[in-house]
């Protein structure tokens, strides 16, 4: 089935209908037991075009059978007759902050000595290179932005070598929540909304860059973009947080 995750079946109803059953892998987990925002996020966005919203209505599961029903520009994804995403077209978002060069990401050490869910497929320290993304950023020092290197991973190719833009959702996702998170603080993706430009290849350089836009009681709002060794932008996107603590 290529990459784990995917779609196990897909029935055409219509010329603009179709679902897929899919199954999110517990390898792309955030919280235990439920799949990472930006992969869910990312899973959907593949079979819509241009920039797309997605909202969370209601944890994901791993491990279990959901539908990914299309229809027209919209998408949903359901647990029987609960719907736990939705997708649709969106704004795209505002251009990213300018460049951090790759060395300087690569040099900085994000920390986070008590981490809520230390098993998160992107940013959980608990993962290794060949399992998750490790996405742990630190700020960068004279600016008001964030940034960590990425590299990704072989394991995330399907069988013709590229990597889906699901995981580049994926890179969007958790780096978004530390530059507006406090200390101890806790908080779920509510929204994600955002554009992938093109796929990623494995081993490319690449630097995530993130920043807080505002907060607005437990909502909290931020962005994030996924650039190339050159500084051009492969994926950008801005996100709402809930804060639950």
């Known amino acids: 089935m290529g990459v784990r995750g995917g779609c196990v079946s897909i029935e055409n109803l219509s010329a603009d209908v179709a679902t897929r059953t899919v199954v999110v892998d517990e390898r792309y987990e955030g919280p235990p037991g439920i799949a990472n925002g930006g992969y869910v996020g990312g ?15 209601a944890p994901v599961p791993v491990g279990r059978a959901l539908v990914l029903r299309y229809e027209n520009d919209a998408a949903t994804l359901s ?10 077209a969106g704004r795209a978002p505002a251009e990213p902050p300018a460049s951090v060069d790759f060395a300087e ?39 008001d ?25 994926s890179a969007l996702d958790c780096p978004s929540f530390w530059p507006v998170a406090g200390p101890g603080e806790v908080a779920l993706l509510g929204t994600l909304g955002g554009r992938v430009f093109r796929e990623v290849s494995p081993g490319e350089r690449c630097v995530v860059v ?32 809930i804060q639950i603590n």
């Not at 899973?43 to 209505?57: Q, Y």
């Not at 609960?82 to 997708?87: R, V």
């Not at 932005?145 to 959702?169: K, Y």
């Open 105 to 143: 990401a690569a040099g900085l050490r994000g920390s986070i000595d008590d981490h809520p869910f230390p098993n998160c497929f992107v940013c959980g320290p608990h993962r290794s290179a060949d399992d998750g993304l490790q996405l742990i950023p630190a700020p960068v020092p004279g600016r």
């Open 79 to 88: 647990d029987g007759a609960k719907i736990l995403a939705a997708g649709r």
């Open 43 to 57: 899973l959907i966005a593949e079979g819509l075009s241009g920039a797309v919203e997605v909202r969370l209505h």
């Open 210 to 241: 993130s920043w807080p836009r505002e907060r607005r009681g437990r909502k909290w709002l931020s962005g994030s973009a996924v650039l190339d060794e050159a500084g051009a932008t492969v994926g950008i996107a801005d996100a709402t947080w």
């Open 145 to 169: 932005v964030m940034a960590a290197a990425w590299v990704p991973h072989e394991s995330l190719a399907a069988p013709d070598g590229t990597i889906p833009s699901r995981f580049v959702w």
